[in-house]
């Protein structure tokens, strides 16, 4: 039954290791493209100082963290991680329809419920956004990108992320099973 | 040495950088002008085409937000006059050569059709439906036996209210990006696109949605075309008109016009519409927004970008 349920929901997904194939391309193709490479955090930090500057402007000035990317000559938003994120939703949303996955639900251990799925991942993320910012990237902005151009700032934050991840993993293990 | 005295229209306040007048109700008001102008086609194709049964959303219920939508966008109009109080003016006068005075009588003839037609529906929603006066039972009756000729006088009427949001724009010769013939047409067809948009979406039958949704893949991929057209003709033109398509093509406007207009608002729900089409299941509200707000974006572009756009340089 178990094996059965793994077997239907693994056909509902592209093979993890073409998917990383692929990454891999995007990457490339991002470099040749843009000349830069992807990134993630960066957009929800846009969308951060755009909130703050809007709700408090007089504050958004004196931060010494918001008004670095604060510019008259530039909207906040007119970043090009921003667009890269839009492009991340429609992609993944047309990935969902191919597949067949596409309905509102909850990805969660059956051991767990959904509101401490939600709550857990909420302050995992808090945390994961901070620590992008410390580390001046995330994911996709320093480990990835950072790695592809052989940098060494990269291949820390990489080993950083996924080393803490398995340490970490010994205490939040139960979450997911 | 003799002095002259120098007086210079452009010592106007707001004449320079640019002249910029036109503000946030203007796109609003074409936008849902358009969005009227495809609801009312439609409806009124498929009545003539006897499919009230088959497409009650076409026929029925999307027209009924034609008279709200209208009344919205002549209020923007109203917003953004300066003297308000002589609006009425309007209607003191035709004249042929001008796409105020075409608009002006256009709405004047389509919005209160528009609340007709919506009327003779009401009862099909609430049958204990009672208009209390014997003369607008009467007119209901009248109204109902008419309905073909009123689709008739709907088909034409959208064709023009279409036509005229994009003329508005174009009968301007002094911004190079507006005048161009193709402006009518696209607005147009964008117009009907963002009617189908809707209907699709408020339709509980998946043959009208589909009809619908077929209909508009056609309708965007000829808005594409026309786009394209339109910046293949500017290009073609003199420097101003190169200067022009320049604002979409590295321009200011480059990002939200391929981003918000083309990416998103028209190829990206293409994209959705056809894969619905060939069986896979999409929820039809997002292709939907992505087309109306595509649409809005694009109204939006174009007044905007359109002002900054002129031929003293």
């Given at each position: 039954?178990?094996?059965n349920?793994r077997?239907?929901?693994s056909?509902n997904?592209l ?5 990383g194939?692929l990454?891999?391309?995007?990457l ?10 992807l ?12 909130t703050i ?8 000035k004196?931060?010494h963290?918001v ?7 530039n909207?906040?938003?007119?970043n090009?991680?921003?667009?890269e994120?839009?492009?991340v ?11 067949g ?6 990805e969660?251990?059956?051991?767990i ?8 991942a ?14 001046r990237g995330?994911?996709?902005g ?10 060494f ?21 139960r979450l997911w099973? | 040495?003799k002095e002259?005295?120098?007086?210079s ?9 640019f ?5 946030w109700?203007i796109?609003?008001?074409?936008y ?5 102008a ?8 498929f ?7 088959e ?9 009924m ?6 009344v919205i ?8 006059l ?8 309007l209607?003191?006068?035709?004249r042929?050569e001008?796409?105020m005075?075409?608009g002006?009588?256009?709405?004047m ?6 609340f007709?037609w919506?009327a003779?529906?009401i009862k099909e929603?609430?049958p ?5 006066f ?5 007119f ?5 036996k008419?309905r073909k000729?009123m689709?008739?006088i ?10 005229y ?8 010769n002094a ?13 147009l067809?964008?117009?009907l ?5 809707v209907?699709m ?7 009208e949605?589909?009809i619908m ?19 293949m ?5 003199s ?6 398509a320049?604002?979409?093509?590295g321009g200011q406007?480059?990002?939200?016009f391929w ?7 028209l190829?990206?729900?293409a994209?959705?519409e ?10 039809v509200?997002?292709p939907?927004l992505?087309i109306?707000?595509g649409?809005?974006v694009?109204r ?8 900054i ?5």
């Amino acid at each position: 039954m178990m094996e059965n349920n793994r077997k239907d929901r693994s056909q509902n997904y592209l093979n993890p290791y073409f998917g990383g194939v692929l990454l891999g391309i995007v990457l490339i193709l991002t470099f040749y493209i843009t000349g830069r490479g992807l990134g993630a955090s960066g957009a929800a930090k846009s969308t951060v100082v755009t909130t703050i500057q809007s709700v408090a402007p007089e504050y958004a000035k004196k931060s010494h963290y918001v008004s670095q990317f604060i510019s008259d000559d530039n909207h906040p938003m007119n970043n090009w991680l921003v667009f890269e994120v839009l492009g991340v939703f429609a992609g993944a949303f047309l990935s969902g329809t191919l597949y067949g996955r596409l309905k509102p639900r909850v990805e969660h251990s059956p051991k767990i419920t959904s509101k401490k799925r939600l709550v857990v991942a909420l302050l995992g993320g808090l945390l994961f956004g901070f620590g992008s910012q410390v580390a001046r990237g995330c994911t996709s902005g320093a480990a990835l990108s950072g790695m592809a151009v052989l940098s060494f700032g990269g291949i820390i934050t990489m080993m950083g992320i996924f080393g803490s991840a398995y340490l970490f993993s010994w205490i939040f293990k139960r979450l997911w099973i | 040495m003799k002095e002259e005295l120098f007086v210079s229209g452009r010592d106007i306040p707001n004449i320079d950088p640019f002249l910029n007048i036109w503000h946030w109700q203007i796109p609003i008001y074409l936008y849902l002008g358009g969005l009227a102008a495809g609801i009312l086609f439609f409806a009124g194709i498929f009545t003539i085409l006897n499919k009230e049964k088959e497409m009650p959303a076409t026929v029925k219920w999307a027209p009924m937000l034609v008279p709200g939508a209208l009344v919205i966008g002549l209020l923007m109009l109203f917003l953004d006059l300066k003297h308000q109080l002589f609006f009425w003016r309007l209607y003191t006068t035709v004249r042929f050569e001008s796409p105020m005075s075409w608009g002006a009588w256009v709405l004047m003839a389509v919005t209160p059709l528009s609340f007709i037609w919506a009327a003779t529906y009401i009862k099909e929603i609430r049958p204990e439906w009672n208009w209390k006066f014997n003369l607008l039972e009467k007119f209901e009756a009248f109204a109902v036996k008419n309905r073909k000729p009123m689709a008739w006088i709907f088909i034409v009427l959208s064709v023009v209210l279409g036509i005229y949001t994009g003329i508005l724009l174009s009968a301007f010769n002094a911004r190079p990006l507006w005048n161009n013939s193709i402006l009518g047409p696209l607005f147009l067809v964008s117009g009907l696109s963002t009617g189908t948009a809707v209907i699709m979406w408020i339709t509980k039958n998946p043959r009208e949605r589909i009809i619908m949704s077929r209909i508009d893949l056609v309708l965007i991929i000829v808005e594409l075309f026309f786009i394209t057209h339109m910046m293949m003709g500017m290009l073609a033109g003199s420097s101003v008109q190169i200067a022009a398509a320049g604002l979409f093509l590295g321009g200011q406007f480059t990002v939200s016009f391929w981003v918000f207009v083309i990416v998103l608002g028209l190829v990206f729900p293409a994209v959705l519409e056809i894969l619905e089409l060939a069986g896979f299941k999409i929820p039809v509200a997002i292709p939907a927004l992505l087309i109306l707000f595509g649409g809005l974006v694009f109204r939006f572009i174009m007044v905007e970008a359109g002002q900054i756009t002129r031929y003293l340089y």
